[in-house]
């Protein structure tokens, strides 16, 4: 294949490119050999410090904050419900403030709940025996994983009982072959592939809080991440589950079968409905094998026109080792080399995009990557690019994209949306954000997986603006309902997007929803206050 | 790579391999030239004359085949109601028997209902219309697509109202580069497949009735097919649905975007519920690129032990090109030698394995099934194989696979059950049954889809045999739940599995199931009688 000379081709001859040494998300790749002689299986650790909960000093009251919230007509914890709860979990009942203060604040430090007891059910039957007994004695509960989500759906808005999963966190079976692993809820997903990485499988989906998220809880927000374009959602991935409902009923859908059409498929009202339903305690989850090869390119281009020609190509050639494509503005670009001195190998263009391929054999996939970087190099869509293939130089170029978020905290105050827009308005949020904005602002940036059309619009000033909030919100909501886009590309709704629920869906489905929330917990003691506007 | 000699590598040099001119099922691949450079695309178009209505000379009514089933407390269509109709659909509503009675029964010429007027909607308006008015007038209803179930679920026990949905084939847009189709419910797969073609997409499922069977009927009943080893169930791939509740209310989740957090998932509820939570009037559809390249491997094991090490090896050095894993036993093969004069280019072997691959680029894929082929032979992993690149080749061996169900007809009788159990029992069933069904029958075959733990385990002898019958049922059932199986790998329940909904299914989960019917169709009219057990 002729090749441009004004592609700089990096392989592993690429040298210049240099990461500082910054206290902030890092990426590891390493290579490792195994017994398997099919192929040697590389793992992507993400140091998940960037994810540390870090709380401001005092995050405000919920109940302050948003005074219009009033408690629910929920019973409050007497001494004789902990002598109960005591019974239930023996020794696994806390109630010291500095013990639940973590539980009680959610990761973004956005959300402060007055939760007076925490509950550590180790078994599916104690937290049947929990909801049971709450249920009877109308006792609001939230239901806790990793508590990493950022619409404050995981934590109490007023006193709720938080149920905690962490300790439940045994993996209780493995197929090798089907490669159905099944778990209890609480399991961090870093502790899962590391389950699963001896066996030469992996999770189907990866995020940048696996350290610390729980697969109950990534199932009850439908986490996608970044394996997502490649391996699809979890209403797909997940097989089976465990649930229990709000009487304390157990639902046991937890088969590990592929295929399985006999009556409504139950499990799914759980995958993404926040807790709301029923609380999940075990899943059986499609693992994929780790692939052998990964390759990434980082490409500029000077028009969202050429963006687009470049994603269709990469869909096209690339087809079935197509694993991320994942979008940069000029802005995003910018923000990483001002704020953490990172340094971009190409020259300055309007957008930036990051190509990865994963693959079980290496020269092939850098053949077929080769093939779509002569295409749109000669064909003029994407002006300059540059690939790798060894881990330290691939690691490097994620770094450019994974560290946008915690270079844009260094500007001050951010504000954040994550939202899918149909893929051709993909970036006019963006520039209208910015005609909006105006000069106020130090930057609003763009970026995010343009694989599955979901921008992260990030506007950053140096302290809180009243003014500019107000001209943000509801303004971004409104502009993605226009175009039928979603507010939520991620972790639900909670507690800070339930105003805007009826902005992504019509009177008849928020209706529906209504009545299923009636249906399946009468007295609403599942996660109150979320999802739903008053 | 070292080939061992004992490989028979066919490639485009085989020749010797024939195929009869059968009057059955026919596959038929061509290679088509486009005017994008990427890639040369494929299509595989299947034949559907095996799938055309041949009905038997009178199907037995259902009402009289189940004397237990007793017609629920439904209104009968009165002339009035003939008149609404009439206004509601002008000019396409059908009561000459002659007319519905291609309606009436089902495809494998087993259930028979009575209905006496079939409607035929052309837009979700008008479905709305007829079932706000049934509805109100307490008329029950089926909903019907292609027709082409095998539980008996799409057409009616007594005399439902049959709404086909059959002109509501409009293709309503299609997204290139999202690769996102929006469409009504009643296209045909095979017509939807047509329009993507040009666009170099296809639908991320293909069945064999793909010439009949509609999108609705294939979400309705969560068809998954032969691509699903690859692109997984509906549950992951639609991404919207527009659905009329039994009120007449319209639910439109039709959603094109790949990701959207906002609340309950309330799609997936129509997702394999048969039509009897709501009628599906339209659907959004993530749809892959169509592959450049297709390869064909047929392998010979001679123990199960071998079976599983092959799909395990295929797995991870096949991985991102895996398309299919087809399993055959030694007397499936012999039925398509025996009654239909295939001819199989390896010699005998306990089981065999056809293995699918598609890529982007046919050197690679054959260089990475070489490797596999090189491995599983040196290891003594399989004693035989043979592979095809060239599409005529391909068509020969997958021939011998889809042909083994019209191979078993002409053995006369054949008790056929669609069944997933787990991976390490999926030959445990037919093994099993041999032994207990002894010699009294003409022979027990298993084959189906290795990949998704589907067995099809069928049962020939010359005429129907009580006997024979007692001996399997409800024994294969109750032998599928003892191992956590399911009862329906396809198709759902519908009348004719209705009885072992409990064998795949808790008390508590089928209590939920028979809440949601309720709280969703409180009258009862959308496809009574299916599913649940009395």
Known sequence: MRRSNAIRYALEQYTSYRVPNIQCAQSLWYTQSTNNSFAVWRRRVHN?????????????????????????????????????????????????????????????????????????????????????????????????????????????????????????????????????????????????????????????????????????????????????????????????????????????????LRKDNTGYDLKQLFIGSEGSLGVVTAASVLCPRIPGAVIVALLGCDSFAQVLQTYDAAKTMLQEILSAVEFMDRASMEVVQENLQLTCPLGAHRYYLLVETSGSNAAHDEEKLNSLLGYVMENGIVGDGTVATEPSKVQALWALRENVAVALRRDGCVYKYDVTVPMSRFYDLVVDTRERVGTDVTRVVGYGHLGESDIHLNVTCPQHSDQIFDALEPWVYDWVAKCKGSVSAEHGMGILKRDYLYHSNTGPAVLLMKQLKKLMDPKGILNPYKIFPD
């Open 48 to 256: 998940s410090a960037a994810l540390a909960q870090k709380r401001p000093e005092r995050v405000q009251l919920s109940s302050e904050r948003f005074p219009q919230l009033k408690r629910g007509d929920f019973a409050r914890v007497s001494d004789r419900d902990l002598q109960v709860f005591e019974r239930l979990v023996p020794s696994r009942v806390l109630t010291e403030p500095d013990d639940i203060e973590g539980h009680n604040v959610d990761w973004s430090g956005t959300c402060r709940g007055d939760g007076q007891v925490l509950l550590r059910p180790k078994t599916t039957e104690e937290v049947s025996a929990i909801l049971r007994y709450c249920n009877g004695r109308r006792l609001a509960v939230v239901p806790q994983g990793g508590n990493t989500g950022l619409v404050g759906g995981s934590v109490p808005v007023f006193d709720e009982v938080i149920i905690s999963l962490s300790l439940m966190d045994k993996i209780i079976s493995l197929d090798e072959i089907s490669g159905v692993l099944v778990c209890q809820a609480g399991c961090v997903v870093d502790k899962i592939n590391g389950a699963l990485e001896p066996h030469g499988l992996m999770t189907p989906h990866i995020l940048g809080s696996k350290g610390s998220c729980q697969i109950g809880g990534n199932i009850s927000t439908n986490a996608g991440g970044l394996r997502m374009l490649r391996y699809g959602n979890l209403h797909g991935n997940v097989l089976g589950l465990e649930a229990v409902l709000a009487n304390g009923d157990v639902l046991d859908c937890l088969s590990s």
